[in-house]
């Protein structure tokens, strides 16, 4: 399995950045890095993705190690809305190459 | 509103049953993919359909069974229902047939079932 380790839960104060942690020691050297995250009551939605270099999107950043064992998913100002459970996920080969979920990071925005 | 519709939102039935959940997914997306969540056991991948063709059979059991019409939508139907088979079901659509940096996956609501 292309496994990933990911802290069981965070907290957050709102309108703090929050630094949403991943190991993936396994990694090959072509699989990208994907971010997804699920809202209560809500199926996963993306959030962003790298192969190598830092990435930016509107929602977030993603911090890639030079090593590419670890990554970091940055919300640069959490709001309330950002409470959700963080994915951190690459692609299994066991399961012809689909996403491995596990159980991610439940994400807790304090007011 | 992703544009993945599925349907029902919620399923109550009872154990032996059989049900059918429908996806359809977001426009010019020609891939479908199901995921059961339950929770014990997280997002758990099922099954892939590319234009209308199985592309990857994951942890789906044989009760399951699911297919893609010449439309493009998607359906999964569960027989023989046990209690342990109470989910959530997820349909998700990309527009490639592989899962890779540059395919995104779009998720539905999900159908949420119940097995009494």
């Known amino acids: 399995d292309a496994k990933t380790t990911q802290p069981n839960s965070m907290e957050s104060n709102e309108e703090e950045p929050v630094h949403l942690p991943c190991n993936h020691s396994t990694i090959s050297g072509t699989d990208y890095i994907h971010w997804y995250r699920q809202l209560p009551s809500q199926g996963p939605e993306y959030v962003i993705h790298?192969?190598?270099s830092n990435v930016n999107n509107r929602m977030a950043s993603l911090a890639i190690a030079e090593d590419r064992k670890s990554s970091t998913l940055i919300l640069h100002r959490a709001t309330l809305r950002d409470a959700a459970v963080y994915y951190c996920i690459l692609r299994d080969p066991g399961t012809g190459n689909q996403f491995y979920f596990g159980t991610g990071t439940s994400l807790t925005v304090i007011p | 509103d992703s544009g993945v519709t599925q349907t029902p939102k919620h399923l109550i039935t009872a154990t032996g049953q059989r049900v059918t959940l429908r996806c359809s997914p977001r426009s010019g997306d020609l891939s479908v993919y199901w995921y059961q969540q339950s929770l014990d056991q997280g997002l758990q991948f099922l099954i892939q359909y590319y234009n209308g063709e199985e592309r990857a059979k994951g942890n789906i059991l044989e009760r399951f069974s699911a297919q893609q019409f010449p439309d493009l939508h998607s359906e999964l139907n569960l027989s023989s229902l046990e209690l342990g088979d109470s989910a959530l079901y997820f349909c998700?659509?990309?527009?490639?047939?592989?899962?890779?940096?540059?395919?995104?996956?779009?998720f539905g609501a999900g159908s949420r079932l119940t097995v009494l």
């Open positions: 998700a659509s990309s527009v490639g047939r592989a899962v890779s940096g540059a395919n995104v996956l779009t």
């Open positions: 790298g192969l190598t």
